[in-house]
């Protein structure tokens, strides 16, 4: 939370203090609000900050202007003054009036969760793609809000000295806004024009994809390191994984495959950031496999799941195959068996390595089966005749004065760009022993 931090008498910014707060609707369960504000307060420690109190009011719905009630408002400042707090924390988003009244009710800076993501993100964001979509994402989140930034600035309504042709400040803000986020948006269609023309080769060479899934912090970019011999920053902390990776996975034995690794997923994962992430999320829809990835240990797992199916609907690729990946199941306390036997999927361990050739196994079994076919490869094509042996089986082959015939088990994709040199009602060649 690097907006507006404070000096200690060192000079060095002090850490925000952050009351943390949120309503109980009488559908939810108490640990429900208990581990969404644990995941809250993760949230407020990854942005550089520290929970001082966390607040819990019942009622039957928010209030349209306070979002909590008065009395409840009241509790939250005497909290934020005695344990000296300068930032409270909603759990849910605000509106841009509920976020601007509880703020001059408190005295204090109030943000939402929203807020606090996107602020990480802008933290974490390296690449010049990266920084556009949270720029993005921020932009469209401050456009409506702009309304209590700037109301010192505007013209008085009405009277003598204030009617004429001039412009607001927050009517000159919004419209640099809309300019910046047009300019954004036109910067990010060629970034999706440049990663669909990567997928396109990607296709082009046969390779199947394998797309990592899951939650935040469940491990994938460890498993991605895992898995390609890649070293890739990961960490115990949430969202270190912005910029999207590809690597080549060549298990023994088995189909190689490009594992692909993105953003992960968190619950209440703000709109704005899926919109602006959609050109990197969009490499989920080239995946042939989704892998899901996660955290065994987590109380939170079955809420963690939901959070990823829910994610891949709105991204319209739930339907893709899916491998379950149970990681980080040595730092279970019970046995492993009976998780695996109610969710399905594998038991591993990126960081010690167990499990991993079973989760390998699952992944070959789920990726497109290869086909059989009889290709005719001129001499001159040593790039397609390699790519057979490479990446297919070859079953007999037959060399002629022109070309190579070969009969071969190749992945479909393979196959299809394969597809000029495919011979049909030829008979078998001689079989290679």
């Known amino acids: 939370m690097r907006r507006s931090p404070q000096n200690g008498a060192n000079g060095r910014p002090q850490r925000e203090r952050a009351v943390i707060a949120a309503v109980k609707r009488p559908a939810q369960r108490r640990w429900e609000i208990e581990e969404s504000l644990e995941e809250l307060a993760g949230l407020v420690a990854a942005a550089g900050g520290s929970v001082v109190d966390r607040?819990?009011?019942?009622r039957a719905s928010p209030t349209p202007g306070l979002y909590f009630g008065k009395g409840k408002i009241e509790e939250i400042g005497r909290a934020a003054q005695a344990r000296a707090a300068n930032l409270v924390v909603c759990d849910d988003p605000l509106s841009p009036s509920q976020e601007r009244n509880i703020s001059e009710a408190l005295g204090l800076k109030v943000i939402d969760r929203t807020a606090l993501i996107l602020d990480i993100f802008a933290q974490r964001a390296r690449s010049s793609e990266g920084k556009l979509q949270v720029e993005l994402a921020q932009l469209t989140y401050l456009l409506p809000r702009l309304v209590g930034q700037w109301t010192h600035l505007e013209r008085l309504g009405g009277g003598i000295g204030t009617r004429g042709p001039g412009e607001t400040q927050l009517e000159s803000d919004r419209r640099v806004i809309r300019r910046r986020v047009m300019q954004i948006r036109r910067e990010l269609e060629r970034v999706q024009v440049h990663r669909r023309l990567q997928r396109a080769g990607r296709r082009r060479t046969g390779m199947p994809v394998v797309a990592l899934v899951g939650y935040t912090n469940a491990g994938k970019t460890t498993l991605l390191n895992r898995l390609a011999g890649s070293q890739l920053t990961a960490a115990d902390r949430l969202f270190v994984t912005l910029d999207p990776a590809a690597r080549l996975v060549e298990p023994t034995g088995r189909q190689p495959f490009i594992l692909t690794d993105t953003v992960g997923f968190i619950r209440k994962l703000?709109?704005?950031?899926?919109?602006?992430f959609r050109a990197t999320l969009e490499e989920l829809a080239d995946g042939d496999v989704l892998l899901h990835v996660a955290d065994a240990s987590h109380p939170a797992l079955d809420e963690h799941l939901r959070a990823v199916r829910d994610l891949l609907e709105e991204l319209e690729v739930?339907?893709?195959p899916t491998v379950l990946a149970l990681n980080k199941s040595d730092r279970l306390d019970a046995p492993v068996e009976p998780l695996v036997a109610r969710l399905g999927g594998v038991a591993i361990s990126a960081a010690t390595g167990a499990g991993i050739d079973a989760l390998l196994a699952?992944?070959?079994a789920a990726l497109p089966a290869a086909g059989a076919a009889t290709l005719r490869i001129p001499h001159g094509d040593g790039a397609a005749l390699a790519l057979c042996y490479a990446r297919g089986r070859v079953l007999a082959r037959a060399d002629e004065p022109d070309a190579v015939r070969l009969?071969?088990?190749?992945p479909r994709?393979?196959?299809?760009?394969?597809?000029?040199y495919r011979v049909t009602g030829s008979p078998p060649v001689q079989v290679i022993d």
Request: overall charge negative; cysteine-free; glycine content about 6%.
């Open 362 to 364: 699952a992944v070959d």
């Open 407 to 410: 009969e071969v088990e190749l």
């Open 413 to 420: 994709q393979v196959l299809g760009a394969l597809g000029a």
């Open 318 to 320: 739930a339907d893709r």
């Open 270 to 276: 703000p709109h704005e950031l899926v919109a602006a």
């Open 55 to 58: 607040i819990v009011q019942e």
